[in-house]
């Protein structure tokens, strides 16, 4: 398993390398994200179980990558979000391997991935509270109708079959990007991760994601917010990082292979 992990890690890092070049080229800011913070700040690379790394941009960078990722990647690497697909609804990127085969915990089968999540600025007034409704909305509509006799879950799946903006997942989610955008020009704001792969509104000081350095990461410099112990302490709300040794485990995959495009895998399954 530890050498499954670590080989993984090393497509990942692959993909890291791809991203990086791509950022520094149209001079778009990036910042290691989760686990990745934690691991550059502990080990200098990646946490010894973790088996993805993580990237976060606000988002006007985010945007400015999305402009440009697919006709800059190599052959053999793809992009997957709600903006650019309609069969595949997560809030948040991946940069997928093609030529890999990753089967998750919950049975998702990709490539080995690279996820890329968007921090967005909320503003500090009544406005947030809209941003936060069309967040919690975004989660019912991406989980869909769900089944229960209970009144909740009866009223739930009507306005699901009944509104004609939740049937569409991918139509809601560039409606909610739109309103986030709108309501982010404001004075007083900030950041939170509405469109993310970790499903929570903790708000984080502007000045966290309003200055850039660089970390060492497994042997190279990657792009890393500059406050990011101030950072990891408001994601994790803690001050040590470290993880007892129960939770040293990878969380991703059942199955691996590494020389298996997914899309072959999945068709002989």
Known sequence: MDNEVRLIQLKCLEILGF?????????IQYSLCGGSVVGAHLYNGCLPWDDDIDLMMTRENYNHFLDIVQSELPAGFSVHNFQFSDDYQSLFTKIVNDQTTLVQQDGTISGVFLDITVYDKI????????????????????????????????????????????HNKRKYLKFFQKWVEKLSNTKNYHYSELFGAY??????APEIYEHYSEIEFEGRKFMIVRDYVKYL?????????????????????????????????????
């Not at 909305?137 to 306005?159: A, P």
């Not at 499903?199 to 984080?204: E, V």
């Not at 001050?239 to 691996?256: C, L």
């Open 19 to 27: 991203v990086d070049s791509i950022c520094r080229k149209h001079g």
């Open 123 to 166: 503003p500090d007034n009544w406005k947030s509270k809209i941003d936060i409704f069309l967040w919690k909305v975004s989660q019912v509509v991406t989980i869909g109708q769900i089944e229960g006799n209970s009144v909740k879950t009866r009223c739930r799946n009507l306005l699901l079959s009944v509104i004609p903006l939740l």
């Open 199 to 204: 499903c929570n509104t903790k708000p984080y």
């Open 233 to 269: 302490e408001t994601r994790y709300n803690r001050t040590d990082f470290r993880e007892p040794k129960e939770k040293q485990v990878a969380p991703h995959f059942q199955y691996v292979n590494l020389e298996l495009p997914y899309r072959d895998y999945v068709s002989h399954s």
